[in-house]
């Protein structure tokens, strides 16, 4: 079993920046992959951003070149810097962890608002 625990998030003005934590504990030699998704209302859960244990990335086209995630291996914690932005950022944003090949784990969630 691996537990998720997310801080970070909150309101800010568009042009803005945030920075998402998500602590792991239990199980994470197990972890392969780790990521972000977000889902905004009315909408589906989407995958913003995902980072395997090598260290490779892939991010969602809409936020390439403004958000960035990265890992601490050694604090088991999994981040994401969100720059430049955009109301429709405006979401719940999820941790979420990859034993195998699903996301099993997940993070409470937490809000992060953009403003115009």
């Known amino acids: 079993q691996v537990q998720l625990v997310q801080s970070g998030g909150g309101t800010v003005q568009a042009g803005g920046s945030l920075r998402l934590s998500c602590a792991a504990s239990?199980?994470?030699?197990?972890?392969?992959?780790m990521g972000w998704y977000r889902q905004a209302p009315g909408k589906e859960r989407e995958l913003v951003a995902a980072?395997?244990?090598?260290?490779?990335?892939n991010y969602a086209d809409s936020v390439k070149g403004r958000f960035t995630i990265s890992r601490d291996n050694a604090k088991n914690t999994l981040y994401l810097q969100m720059n430049s932005l955009k109301p429709e950022d405006t979401a719940v944003y999820y941790c979420?962890?990859?034993?195998?090949?699903?996301?099993?784990?997940w993070g409470q969630g937490t809000q992060v608002t953009v403003s115009s």
């Open positions: 980072i395997t244990s090598g260290g490779g990335t």
């Open positions: 979420a962890a990859r034993p195998a090949t699903t996301y099993d784990y």
């Open positions: 239990g199980d994470t030699i197990c972890i392969s992959a």
